[in-house]
């Protein structure tokens, strides 16, 4: 098959994608744009009641991330009328039939011009609310396709899954549909979770215990089933569903592993969050993960997500020229390129000790190397000996000398809970024994370098990747930016109803609106209330709370009424 240009593909093609506020959607998105200016148009949908709160979620969880560093600086001025051109927003629910799309002309207009559809959407924390989890990662992949079903033109339907939706396999894992798997019943599942949640409410439950048993919930059923948490699970059965109802659809399915930092784009080292093996590197940081779970000769499958971008849009532009049985294709290192647990707990202790974290206090932590037991017995106990005894210890000291010791005791508490928690979370994973095959990815490195396809431009080959120097000198200077980037702005989180954290000066609502840059000045202005204007005008604004709206819109600190406008200008 020859694949040709993917950038002449990309040429004035529709695509619409779910899940954009999301880690690979955003490079994906930006990739796009970057190297095709000239597609036609994005439909982005986002979880949002109304278009102003998609435009709000839009700009500070996808365009204010320096991940579109590169497309700023490219066109400067421009990128307002660029992004106002080639983006619309669609709110809308993944977990509600037709996305939840309440205008008709718009699905209508969808259905009639769309020729891709990417479902990037995800609930990825592993212990998430079984109901929410399977709303989005179940229910909302088959109303996706049945979606893209009505859609007259679409050449191909591409769909992120993981490559844990394998369970608990060992051995060479292939890339092979999932139907039937373990002979889950969905409906099943739908009157488990139906009857928990109206137990619940018919007793009068509060929300904490509702969300801490539909929690539970989760996880005792993926367990249950075969499978180590909530995330894979619903994750399972969302694949199963779609490739059981796609009928004539031309569907990909991307299979990634664990997902690192940008390998080369648009910049080497941007990182999304502080979880999975990012985790690994905050503990050692900081001086909080003295001990793990594991086998030492346990291989990690970590895969740069620009990696995992280029492999999705490769295959998209293959399967949408000539459609096939063989869509399966997994994103991962463990075959061709392995790296172990015991390396990458490595080159973090190797890190930090070159380089220091600095503390609150302003001193360097000291790293000590992880210690890897291989039984949970063995880990038990050591915990027990040199950390739960010390604090049971404090803890009666504490009552005994009035607190004098709280602060050691917290110190010692807060470490002795992230620890706990890292394995709780992650241990399935420091003991899997899994390698996953690519050789449906392999063939399509292969068909694209043998076409016309800019493969310096859509690499995804993980043999190319030094690992300690990808570690050493990419991913975890980038983990340890975030990690100071939140400590720098801890409070800066836009919620979805509309509020911003602030300091003490500040509690006032954003208004939910469309951040647009001056071309003059290269400020950013929103539109307030009248109630907000009044505010504003009888309160100085603090120092922090300018940092804290700086960091989230990337303005510049300065804010000004300006009367005639009817704007402010940060």
Known sequence: MELGSVVEFLENKTILVSGVTGFVAKVFIEKILR????????YLLVRAADTDSAALRFQNEVLAKDVFNVLKEKWGTRLNSFISEKITLVPGDISSEDLGLKDSNLKEELWNELDIMVNSAAITKFDERYDVAFGINTLG????????????????????STAYVAGERTGLILENPLDGASGLDFDAEMKVIDQKLNELKTK????????????????????M??????YVFTKTMGEILMQQSKENLSVVIIRPTVVSGTYKEPFPGWVEDLKTINTLFVGSAQGNLPCLVGETKIIMDVIPVDMVVNAMIVAMVAHAKQPSDANIYHGGSSLRNPVT???????GFVYFTKKPWINKQGKPVKVSKIILFSSIA?????????????????????????NFFKGVYNDLRKKVKFVMRVVEIYKPYFYFNGI????????LRMTARGSRTETDL????????????YFMNTHIPGVEKLLQQKRSFPKAKVFRSGHVPSDKTITERVMPMTFIQSSSMGNTHFPVSHRDKTYFQRQRLSKMTLNVLRNQIGAAPICCWKPMSGIYSL
Request: proline share 5%.
């Open 436 to 443: 996953f095959d690519d050789t449906n990815t392999e063939k």
């Open 204 to 223: 009068g439950a509060p929300q904490k215990e509702i969300t801490l048993v539909m929690k539970n919930l989760g996880t005792e059923r993926a367990k």
């Open 341 to 347: 647990l015991v390396s990458i707990l490595d080159y």
């Open 458 to 469: 859509f690499y995804f080959d993980p043999d190319s990747i030094e690992w300690r120097d």
């Open 35 to 42: 190297v095709q200016p000239n597609v036609k148009k994005f």
């Open 225 to 230: 089933h075969g499978w180590p948490n909530t």
């Open 378 to 402: 063995s880990f038990h106990g050591y915990m027990q000996i040199r950390y739960l005894l010390p604090l049971k210890g404090l803890q009666v000291a504490n009552t005994v000398f009035h």
């Open 141 to 160: 992949a088959i109303h996706l396709v049945n979606f893209a079903k009505k859609c007259v033109k679409l050449k191909v339907f591409v769909h992120v």
